[in-house]
Nanobody, 120 residues
Framework: QVQLVDSGGGLVQAGGSLRLSCAAS????????MGWYRQAPGKERKFVATINWSDVSTGYDDSVKGRFTISRDNAKTTVYLQMNNLKREDTAIYFC?????????????WGQGTQVTVSS
């Protein structure tokens, strides 16, 4: 059973930092990509950042470039999102996302989400 466990959210003042973690239990799957999405109240879930598991290339939404950094620990099958200089508009539930592969097929999975609240 594949499982993604998000953690690290919380309440922080504007300008502060948080580090999110997502630990993946992947069993016989291989990881192709992992990343983060976020969903603010009343809005759709949106892409935040992604990392290619093999070449460690990264991608970011323009709204977080220069402030957020995605990284991964291959041995722990864990992805991190370091969030600096947080703004009120970063307030959302953050969801870990994974694209896994096995036997030539790909599958996507989501974490349960972790709440990030940025106060002024």
């Amino acid at each position: 059973q594949v499982q993604l466990v998000d953690s690290g959210g919380g309440l922080v003042q504007a300008g502060g930092s948080l580090r999110l973690s997502c630990a993946a239990s992947i069993h016989t799957f291989s990881i192709a990509n992992m990343g983060w999405y976020r969903q603010a109240p009343g809005k759709e879930r949106k892409f935040v950042a992604t990392i290619n598991w093999s070449d460690v290339s990264t991608g970011y939404d323009d709204s977080v470039k220069g402030r957020f950094t995605i990284s991964r620990d291959n041995a722990k099958t864990t992805v991190y999102l370091q969030m600096n200089n947080l703004k009120r508009e970063d307030t959302a539930i953050y969801f870990c996302h994974a694209i896994l592969s096995r036997e030539g097929l790909t599958f996507q999975y989501w974490g349960q989400g972790t709440q990030v609240t940025v106060s002024s």
